[in-house]
């Protein structure tokens, strides 16, 4: 059964199980959309505040901290909050989410970019459980680089990097990391 997400406030307060299940459908339809669209702009929106103008005159207050902490993560130009806050409003405002959608949707959203600047890897990251997810030591490797060299520039997931190659250097760096491990693993057995 298929609905319009118009519909959705009207059908949440049904108690049939047919709708309910209709909910969740909807209600996922609207996260993974949101996602998506939010990958797709925050890249780019992000590479463009790259260049050489908009980085001296806005991006450059975010990238003050080359080790950033949790609180850093909201810690931008006001053009930079406007501009790239766009990215995260625009999937709902296209899908049309249920408000208990919209707010689940930020406050993961604000969960999700202090983790990423929490300079911590927990066991607990979700990059640990989900293929391509960003984390702590992804965008960790954004803010330590010059701003022509950066590279990592996704925000969630991490397949516009690797689609835009804008993430050799971060690959290459964690190739000699594991190599280098192994290396002493080895040295250490004989
Ligand atoms: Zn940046
Ligand atoms: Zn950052």
């Known amino acids: 059964m ?3 997400l118009n519909t959705l406030p009207l059908l949440c307060q049904s108690t049939s199980g047919d709708l309910f299940i209709s909910c969740v459908q909807i209600y996922g339809h609207a996260e993974y959309s949101s996602v998506a669209i939010l990958d797709f702009v925050f890249y780019w929106g992000h590479r463009i505040l790259h260049t050489k103008w908009l980085y001296k005159h806005v991006h ?3 990238h003050e901290y080359a080790t950033p902490f949790g609180l850093t993560s ?4 006001p053009a930079e ?7 995260t409003i625009i999937g709902p405002a296209v899908t ?11 406050t993961l959203r604000v969960l999700e970019t202090v983790e990423a600047h929490c300079g911590y890897h927990f066991p607990w990251s979700p990059s640990n459980f989900f293929p391509l997810y960003g984390g702590s030591d992804f965008h960790d490797y954004h803010h330590r680089l010059l701003y022509t060299k950066s590279g990592n520039y996704s925000s969630t997931f991490t397949y ?9 250097g971060y690959r290459k760096l964690k190739a000699l990391k594991r190599a280098t491990v192994e290396d002493n693993i080895e040295q250490k057995k004989h």
């Open 60 to 62: 450059s207050v975010h």
């Open 96 to 106: 049309g989410p249920h408000l208990v959608t919209l707010w689940l949707w930020m």
């Open 81 to 87: 909050i406007l501009f790239l806050g766009f990215a």
């Open 74 to 77: 909201e810690y931008a130009h």
């Open 2 to 4: 298929h609905y319009s």
């Open 160 to 168: 516009m990097d690797w689609i835009f190659g804008t993430d050799i």
